[in-house]
């Protein structure tokens, strides 16, 4: 019984150029193709493939916020991006494997494979950044006072606010947003925030 794909690019000519990357070979069926994460999760429902290829930058609902919401329904999510920075939200989220656009058609076959049996498959850029990533175990890691600084400008503080609030120096409170950019790999305050919500750091 051939391997049930379905495929999520919100780009036409990638979906054309997967299916007939995988439409040729004798173990594997193109169920469906998605534009966005919301069909996606939809179509996923509907014809109960057992892989999904999913594209990670995509309208309407991305690619991390659509395999968190397929995780435990069924199918394996294969990410197949042109970016290897989004490797550990999107493993985080339950993909099974994060492969970059410019495979070739038989790496992708035997990702696709792999994926199926249980393995996880990574691009060998992507498990460079993993690694890199896993070597420095305090990034990303904020501090109780990063944390309390961070929900304050989320709550849209000025810094001069934050400074009274927590009753410290404002150039405390820029000191602690620097450190917050760089553990957080951003380069101002909304972005901060924004990262922040992403990872689970803040809350609504």
Same mark, same amino acid.
């Given at each position: 019984?051939?391997?049930?794909?379905?495929?999520?690019?919100?780009?036409?000519?990638?979906?054309?150029?997967?299916?007939?990357?995988?439409?040729?070979?004798?173990?594997?069926?193109?169920?469906?193709?998605?534009?966005?994460?919301?069909?996606?999760?939809?179509?996923?429902?509907?014809?109960?493939?057992?892989?999904?290829?999913?594209?990670? +930058?995509?309208?309407?609902?991305?690619?991390?916020? =659509?395999?968190? $919401? #397929?995780?435990?329904?069924?199918?394996? /999510? @294969?990410? &197949?991006?042109?970016?290897?920075?989004?490797?550990?939200?999107?493993?985080?989220?339950?993909?099974?494997?994060?492969?970059?656009?410019?495979?070739?058609?038989?790496?992708?076959?035997?990702?696709?494979?792999?994926?199926?049996?249980?393995?996880?498959?990574?691009?060998?850029?992507?498990?460079? +950044?993993?690694?890199?990533?896993?070597?420095?175990? =305090?990034?990303? $890691? #904020?501090?109780?006072?990063?944390?309390? /600084? @961070?929900? &304050?400008?989320?709550?849209?503080?000025?810094?001069?606010?934050?400074?009274?609030?927590?009753?410290?120096?404002?150039?405390?409170?820029?000191?602690?947003?620097?450190?917050?950019?760089?553990?957080?790999?951003?380069?101002?305050?909304?972005?901060?925030?924004?990262?922040?919500?992403?990872?689970?750091?803040?809350?609504?």
């Amino acid at each position: 019984m051939p391997l049930r794909l379905l495929i999520a690019d919100d780009h036409p000519i990638v979906r054309d150029g997967l299916r007939a990357a995988l439409g040729s070979e004798s173990d594997m069926e193109i169920v469906g193709e998605a534009a966005d994460g919301e069909e996606a999760i939809r179509l996923a429902a509907e014809l109960a493939p057992d892989i999904i290829l999913m594209d990670l +930058r995509m309208p309407s609902l991305d690619g991390v916020s =659509a395999i968190r $919401r #397929l995780r435990g329904t069924g199918p394996r /999510v @294969l990410v &197949l991006t042109t970016f290897d920075t989004d490797v550990l939200p999107a493993l985080e989220a339950g993909a099974s494997g994060y492969l970059l656009k410019d495979a070739p058609p038989e790496e992708l076959a035997r990702a696709v494979r792999a994926t199926h049996r249980g393995e996880t498959v990574l691009a060998p850029a992507v498990a460079g +950044r993993l690694a890199d990533h896993l070597r420095k175990p =305090a990034r990303g $890691r #904020l501090s109780k006072r990063e944390l309390e /600084v @961070l929900r &304050l400008v989320a709550g849209g503080s000025t810094n001069k606010e934050a400074a009274a609030g927590l009753f410290i120096s404002e150039a405390s409170i820029k000191t602690h947003l620097l450190h917050i950019y760089t553990k957080l790999d951003v380069r101002d305050r909304a972005a901060a925030v924004g990262e922040a919500y992403r990872r689970g750091l803040l809350t609504d």
